[in-house]
């Protein structure tokens, strides 16, 4: 820059010099006087450097604007002009990106966040109790006994700050406007244990119970805004929760749910008097100084001290403390596992999409071998050049960036009502930092990737080579591109794998035999007003009543058309068990004791195996001659035939129900085998009384079996059993399926998302391999052409193309069976009957793959036999 | 000085010729003493001339001289410091180019920027001008305006 100033200045001198030269001074008086007239100063000439050098320095930065802007509209352009490969880039790049951004959002929220409105979350931490028994083994739970709770909350000095929730599910509301909302109970001081602060009015104080200070209630914001639209003169109304009307004290902010992954709609303050047999979550917040380890130490002494006030089921549980975050098993949710799975789903479909984008990128870039070397023969420079082809990349990746969100915004609700089935507590919010910031890191990683390797591989090419024609096929280009593809095959092994097990598992669920109609039949739970008072003669008149009105209920029901049977029941299959009364069998000393469990028992009334579809093996159902007053009968489950009377005939038999001094109830059928907890489930001891014959259990449901055409809706039987009689509170269709639903979501969930995936890489896959074999076709014209002509037939030329991609498909299924194996493993506990290397499901996999390898191939094979040698070698 | 002992004809021509700073014994001729250019108007100036044709550093001493009937003092080092502002603040543009006499020489020409720069400073010369020149052209005791 100074070399430049001084240039100039030393010609203005000059010529001033020969002007005054012409004007007759000599030389020498005439350099002196210009530069005199200059005012060549020390200082002057510090000022026009530092004048020069800002110059220069704007200069600098606005044509550096003007190359950068030059090289993105020549980028633009160039794009442009390759419309359907910019288009598939840009669709393919836009999937990743926004799955990826989609799982993470999950992620963050369900694992990553702090519970929303709770002060230091990780100073809480919840009781848990391990209890051992017999039949199931070691179980974990954080459902303790109210007497336990009563203990531990008084003892634990490690504790700051303590209290107690349970949330279940309750009617709000009345007649054809009630809901099942969940909602949540909450005693000692919960609230100000999580440190929240009330939307509105106030929370329920650390000493206030429903016995001092009556029914209050407190709202969700979510209910509040939905229910009661956001009416702000809410506090102090009645609110009706069940049986009882609680008054409104206050509005929990948005979004809280307490320590729970779903939401809670209402919470009120519990009841001590009637806490005594409930179990409940305990929830502490650690005194400053204190460890989660410590506490669970003091709360395990505390009850090996106080054990004998707990019921005897808990006496011996190992009292331990661990995070709030883990579920009511002591283990972490599965929806965060799931949501740990999707983000590691969406990486692999990512890298995917990359690999494809690369690989069509490259070879792009081949082709414009030529138009580069140019380029830079020209004087672009080789910096320009790889910053250019790098733009190119920049472009695609913010394009697909921009338009991921809107695959984010369709698809994320999609996901989160699938993960948490509808009850998910918050909603997406697009402009939120988080969910930005990662699409900023995943647009980085992705612009990088797809500008810098093919920028890269331009940069080492030999442009003399390049223009001179003589390229030997960009070798090490041809081997990564080669190698990308391998990568994606393998991925897509992966991927498909995953979806085969989980297709699998499906099926052998569909293949189940549960033993009832799983797919036609309905229930309908209808409540009747609970009892206040547990003496026996209120027990025994609500029990008779229900018998009455679930009589006319059922009636009225089998008087609609699109019904085809109806049965009242009490104890039904897929309940978790429910009932289980211990049977006596004259002639032997005790009843063997199954692994599955049981006996379990139900009270049926007539008509009901039919209308749910168990087959009666041998004997008949009961009938209405099945009354109090006529002979006890009884039907048993073909395991407890089998089991009870190994040698001989079931039938006729005699069993004594509940003690060995009961009365003898005859043998008069026998049932097939059902489910009475899951679908993972062992034979279990079963058997049905007539529901008039026993006044043990109570609780009864509708089951009906619709016609097949034209079934009848849940409406017309919710609306027909609340007018059969005044009584009933609420009535609830739904399809018996729905209680298998809490353990199909996991497969449902794996299902739909690898599968899914898996048929995205697929496609991208394929593509690539297409990409791969066109190029090569393309490229090794001459040589074709040269094979040909020295007599090559068409079959040898075809294998030449196929073999080469053959073999990709091949190494790259290869590798993907093996990590699909290793991977396989996490996979496992989430089958079902499946093993995570079933060799079906590998086989087919391998064999789709190669099959779509084949056919991706044809086209380009095709292509390659159909060489006019002259041509090519002409090109 | 030496120049003095070069042919009679030659030197009457210097004589008239020198600069009348340094040499006190000469009178003023016709011409008055330059004018040194005011502060804030070199800008001014140099956009006008640059409006002809785009010239070099020297081209345009030359030019403002001439042009100003050598009535302008003009510090070189004075020009040179407004050209690079200019040209930083984008209302000229400069190229190094070849001058007539086969010489590297920096041509500087005027923007659309520089354009406009020079109407408004233009227009706001003349007003300032009149306004002073009507102020100081008033005698005391004349009439109120």
């Known amino acids: ?875 | 000085m030496r120049a003095a002992l070069g042919p009679a004809g030659r030197r009457t021509d210097w004589l008239e010729r020198r600069d009348r700073f340094t040499d006190p014994d000469i009178e003023t001729r016709a011409m008055p003493e330059p004018l040194a250019v005011l502060k804030g108007t070199l800008d001014m100036l140099v956009l006008n001339a640059l409006t002809w044709q785009p010239m070099h550093g020297f081209a345009l001493t030359r030019w403002l001289e001439a042009r100003s009937g050598r009535r302008l003092a003009l510090e070189d080092a004075a020009l040179y410091q407004a050209l690079y502002r200019m040209e930083k603040r984008g209302l000229v543009e400069a190229e190094w180019g070849v001058s007539e006499q086969n010489r590297r020489a920096r041509y500087y020409r005027i923007t659309a920027a520089g354009e406009s720069e020079l109407a408004r400073q233009k227009a706001w010369w003349l007003r300032y001008a009149d306004t002073v020149t009507a102020l100081v052209s008033e005698m005391p005791g004349a009439a109120e305006p």
């Open chain 1, 1 to 875: 820059m100074r070399h430049d100033v001084d240039e100039e200045i030393r010609e203005h001198i000059a010529l001033r010099a020969e002007q005054l030269e012409a004007e007759g001074l000599d030389r020498a008086s005439a350099l002196e006087e210009a530069r005199r007239r200059f005012a060549m100063r020390a200082e002057t000439m510090r000022g026009l450097y530092d004048a020069a050098l800002e110059r220069n320095r704007h200069t600098r930065m606005t044509e550096r604007w003007a190359s950068w802007w030059q090289d993105v509209r020549y980028a633009a352009r160039g794009l442009a002009r390759d419309r359907l490969l910019a288009g598939f880039v840009v669709v393919a790049l836009t999937l990743g990106i926004g799955v990826n951004v989609t799982a993470f959002s999950l992620l963050d929220r369900l694992l990553l966040r702090d519970p929303p409105h709770i002060q230091a979350p990780r100073e809480l931490v919840r009781l848990y109790g391990t209890v051992t028994t017999a039949v199931s083994g070691e179980r974990t739970s954080s459902w303790i006994p109210y007497p336990a709770y009563q203990q531990l909350s008084e003892a634990i000095t490690g504790f700051e700050r303590v209290g107690a929730y349970r949330v279940t599910e309750q009617i709000v509301g009345r007649g054809m406007a009630a809901r099942k909302l969940r909602v949540g109970q909450v005693l000692g001081d919960f609230f100000g244990t999580l440190g929240i602060t009330p939307l509105r009015g106030r929370y329920f104080a650390a000493t206030e119970d429903e016995a001092t200070a009556g029914r209050l209630a407190v709202v969700g914001e979510a209910f509040w805004q939905g229910m009661l639209s956001g009416d702000p003169s809410v506090i102090g109304q009645p609110l009706v929760v069940g049986e009882a009307t609680y008054q409104v004290i206050g509005i929990a902010p948005a979004g809280f749910t307490g320590t729970e992954l779903r939401r809670v709609d209402i919470w009120l303050l519990g009841d001590t008097r009637r806490a005594g047999s409930t179990n409940w979550n305990i929830v502490g917040r650690l005194r400053a100084g204190t460890t989660q380890a410590g506490v669970s130490a003091e709360a395990a002494a505390v009850h090996a001290r106080t054990s004998e006030t707990s019921p005897d089921w808990f006496r011996e549980a190992n009292i331990s403390a661990g995070p709030i975050r883990f579920d009511d098993t002591g283990r972490e949710p599965f929806e965060v596992t799931m949501a740990r799975w999707l983000t590691g789903i969406s990486l692999v479909i990512l890298f995917v999409a990359l690999g494809n984008v690369v690989n069509l990128l490259l070879a792009r870039s081949a082709r414009r071998r030529r138009e580069l070397a140019v380029r830079v023969a020209l004087g672009s420079g080789r910096a320009r050049l790889i910053r250019l082809l790098s733009l190119e990349g920049g472009l695609l990746a913010v394009a697909a960036g921009v338009l991921s969100l809107v695959v984010v915004r369709t698809v994320e609700p999609l996901v989160r009502g699938a993960l948490l089935a509808g009850d998910a507590p918050w909603t997406l919010t697009l402009l939120d930092l988080r969910l930005l910031g990662m699409l900023a890191g995943v647009m980085l990683l992705t612009g990088f990737v797809v500008g810098v390797v093919p920028a890269v591989q331009a940069g080492t090419t030999k442009l003399a080579a390049v223009l001179r024609d003589e390229t030997q096929g960009g070798v090490r280009g041809a081997r990564v591109r080669a190698g990308l593809t391998v990568l994606q095959a393998a991925l897509s092994v992966v991927l498909l794998v995953g979806a085969g097990l989980f297709v699998r598992s499906m099926a052998r669920i569909d293949a189940l035999d549960l033993g009832i109609d799983r797919d036609r039949t309905m229930v309908v739970r209808a409540e009747l007003p609970p009892l206040s008072r547990f003496t026996q003669a209120a027990v025994d008149s609500l029990m008779q009543h229900e018998r009455r009105v679930f009589q006319l209920a059922v009636e009225a029901v089998r008087a609609l058309p699109g019904v085809e049977r109806a049965a009242v029941a009490v104890g039904l299959p897929l309940d978790g068990g429910s009932f289980s009364a211990g049977v006596h069998v004259p002639g032997r000393d005790s009843v063997p004791s199954l692994p599955g469990g049981g006996p379990f028992a139900s009270a049926v009334g007539t008509d009901y195996f039919a209308a749910i579809g168990t087959p009666l093996l041998r004997g008949r159902p009961f009938d209405d001659g099945d009354v109090a007053g006529s002979e006890a009968v009884i039907i048993v489950n073909e395991t407890m035939a089998r089991a009870l009377w190994p040698d001989s005939d079931a039938l006729d038999r005699c069993v004594r129900v509940g003690s060995a001094a009961a009365r003898c109830a005859r043998v008069v059928g026998i049932a097939a085998d059902v489910h009475r907890v899951g679908l993972r489930e062992q034979s279990s001891l079963q058997y049905y009384l007539p529901l008039e014959q026993q006044t043990m259990f109570g609780g009864a449901t509708l089951v009906v079996r619709p016609t097949v055409d034209s079934p009848v809706s849940p409406a017309a039987l919710r609306q027909t059993v609340l007018a059969s009689d005044p009584s009933f509170r609420i009535a609830e269709p739904q399809p018996l399926r729905q209680a298998l639903d809490g353990e199909m979501r996991p497969l449902r969930l794996g299902t739909v998302a690898f599968g899914l995936s898996s048929s995205l890489a697929l496609v991208v896959a394929v593509l690539g391999l297409y990409s791969v074999m066109a190029y090569m076709v393309a490229w090794r014209t001459r040589e074709i052409g040269v094979r040909v002509a020295l007599g090559a037939t068409r079959a040898q030329i075809g294998r030449l193309v196929i073999g080469t991609g053959g073999r990709l498909a091949a190494t790259g299924v290869a590798a993907g069976l093996v990590l699909a194996a290793i991977g396989g493993r996490r996979l496992e506990p989430h089958l079902f009957l499946t093993s995570a290397t079933d060799p079906i499901v590998f086989g087919t996999v391998a064999i789709v793959l190669l099959g779509v390898a084949l056919l991706a191939g044809w086209l380009p094979a095709r292509r390659a036999t159909r060489i006019d040698p002259t041509e090519a070698l002409r090109a």
